[in-house]
């Protein structure tokens, strides 16, 4: 995406000594890419707290939380590239839907676990090490 951009400018900068640069689209094109990626950095974030946290409900926070967030900076992203289109409405729909339905489904499997009797760790939790020799 940042290489047909500098293509794009290179490719104007050839026809003249006036450059015409688009900075409304150079503009767009940057912020929905910041808000890609920090969701994809959100659910990295929540991959790594499910991998390394103790518990089922530490586990289901991490994952609940940081899921949420990240998809909706990455629709978010997506709905900025798209512009004032009717995509961009779709876009929100869903996004409004995954607002409203996934920190409620968190919730339903957290509440099963506990009526289940899933008790969580308490106490002082020290991480697992990670030694050379595979233990």
Known sequence: MMMSLILAAASSADQGASLNIDWIGL???ILSCASMLTGIFFVM???LGVLRLP???TRLHAAGMTDTLGAELVILGLIIQSGFTQMSLKLLLVAF??????PTATHAIANAAY????NPKLGKYTAPSVDGDGS
Do not use: E, I, V, W
């Open 27 to 29: 503009f767009r094109t």
């Open 45 to 47: 974030a929540g991959t």
């Open 55 to 57: 518990d089922f409900y």
């Open 97 to 102: 839907f995954l607002l409203l339905t996934s």
């Open 115 to 118: 009526k289940a009797k899933l």
